[in-house]
């Protein structure tokens, strides 16, 4: 099986997510919006960024194929589903996948040191 045949959404299932992601994408949270300016266009050492994009069954916030890298902002509701987001991020990892996670707190209040670390983890590829 081919590396990337593995994370090809299934056929119905694109059809339940591929709104969700586009409406997503369309209407960001703050420092969706804020971590996008800063990763569009291959802004950060030229690597190519996607935003709401679906990885299999799920739909992450920022994906780098080059990198294999993914990068999920997380607001409030998250307080509420550690284990869930725990589990998700340690499949991805499982699946070679660097995830890499920040608050939306930090992404708006810090954003030089979100690009920090994600300029650090590209440089170490």
């Known amino acids: 099986m081919n590396e990337d045949d593995r994370w090809h959404t ?8 591929k709104n969700k992601a586009r409406d997503m994408r369309i209407a960001p949270t703050e420092a969706e919006k804020l971590l996008w300016l800063y990763l569009r266009d291959g802004k950060l050492k030229s690597y190519k960024f996607r935003r709401q994009h679906n990885l299999g069954q799920f739909i992450v916030d920022f994906y780098c194929k080059k990198a294999k890298l993914i990068i999920e902002v997380d607001g409030p509701i998250h307080e509420f589903q550690k284990e869930a987001d725990s589990a998700r991020q340690e499949y991805l990892e499982n699946h070679e996948f660097r995830v890499l996670r920040f608050s939306n707190d930090i992404v708006v209040n810090n954003i030089g040191k979100v690009v920090g670390q994600i300029t650090s983890y590209l440089n170490s590829k």
């Open 10 to 17: 299934k056929a119905d299932l694109w059809e339940k997510l």
